[in-house]
């Protein structure tokens, strides 16, 4: 399976905790756009995708 990135400013296709190389964790919702990154050229990283349950 590929890694899910994101570029800043585009929407997330999943929710869940994204990486930035080097820095730290942060949550992305889907359809909303990914936050500015510390370095021009980085992109987010899917880490841990959000499981939702249903009851």
């Known amino acids: 399976m590929s890694k899910i990135t994101v570029r800043p400013g585009n929407p ?5 905790q994204y990486k930035v190389p080097g820095g730290k964790e942060t949550t992305l919702i889907q359809g909303k756009p990914a ?3 510390p370095k021009p ?4 990283t899917l880490v841990d ?7």
């Open 41 to 44: 050229g980085q992109r987010h």
């Open 35 to 37: 936050p500015p990154t």
């Open 49 to 55: 995708p959000t499981e939702h349950k249903r009851g």
């Open 12 to 16: 997330a296709p999943v929710s869940g």
